[in-house]
């Protein structure tokens, strides 16, 4: 009778090089992290991360151009034209002629829209407050100071 193969034991010993001291690696293997608690909160509400940055610049700027939104969020406007469809779709923002400039759009959240983000925000809070459990305010704080250095002009 032919052996049958034993279930493969997971390796806990692996070597990862170079990878843990580099920078890239580490925001990596953070944003991962974050994104898997995401999705427990906020995510299921349909939100991405940046579906939800996008909210928060849209709420924080009304009547905001899709061009200016782009450059906010570092979206091509092509994605940010199909991401504006989806939430208005979604019945979470509204387009409307910009005031100084009939060629474009100006958008806004809908009552829904402000709704929904007033509810994601607590969640995020939420989220924020378990990915940074085991850090000092202070330590955060420098945290969110250090990495604002790496891209200084997207404050």
């Given amino acids: 009778m032919p052996d049958t193969p034993k279930p493969s034991k997971r390796r806990t010993d692996l070597d990862y090089g170079v990878l843990p001291g580099l920078i890239g690696y580490q925001l990596r293997m953070a944003q991962i992290a974050l994104f898997k608690d995401f999705a427990q909160g906020p995510g299921a509400e349909d939100v991405t991360p940046g579906l939800f ?6 709420e924080a700027n009304p009547d905001l151009k899709q061009s200016d939104l782009a450059r906010a969020t570092r979206l091509d406007r092509s994605t940010v034209v199909t991401v504006i469809d989806n939430l208005e779709k979604r019945g979470l923002v509204e387009r409307r002629v910009a005031l100084h400039d009939r ?3 100006a958008i806004r959240l809908t009552e829904a829209g402000l709704a ?7 969640q995020v809070a939420q989220h924020e407050k378990r990915l940074m459990q085991n850090f000092t305010t202070a330590e955060r704080d420098q945290l969110v100071a250090l990495l604002q250095k790496v891209f ?4």
């Avoid at 929904?116 to 607590?122: H, P």
Wanted: proline share 5%; net charge positive; glycine share 4%.
């Fill in 53 to 58: 940055g996008v909210l928060v610049v849209i």
């Fill in 116 to 122: 929904l983000l007033k509810k994601l925000k607590r």
């Fill in 152 to 155: 200084p002009e997207h404050r």
């Fill in 103 to 105: 060629r474009s759009n």
